[in-house]
């Protein structure tokens, strides 16, 4: 199954959270590996976050062009 076919699944109760919008902190280790450390107003219990959480990635200046793209047409 791909991204788009269990978005299109669960329906359109899908949130997302930009991380350029709730980064704590960057580093970088000597393996070139990126630590990424974030907030989110998603609540956590025993079992951990409530909400199941994906990261995914997609090129900056494209999801730019799409946003432009459908405030444009909106």
Same mark, same amino acid.
């Given at each position: 199954?791909?991204?788009?076919? %269990? ?5 359109? /109760?899908?949130?997302?959270?930009? %991380? ?26 025993? /079992?951990?976050?409530? =909400? ?18 459908? =405030?444009?047409?909106?």
């Amino acid at each position: 199954m791909n991204l788009a076919d %269990l978005i299109a699944s669960y329906g359109d /109760d899908v949130q997302f959270q930009n %991380l350029d919008d709730c980064t704590d902190s960057l580093s970088l280790n000597k393996k070139g590996i990126t630590k990424v450390t974030f907030g989110t107003q998603q609540p956590f219990n025993l /079992d951990g976050i409530e =909400k199941l959480g994906l990261v995914v990635w997609m090129d900056r200046d494209r999801v730019k062009q799409i946003m432009a793209d459908a =405030k444009a047409t909106a």
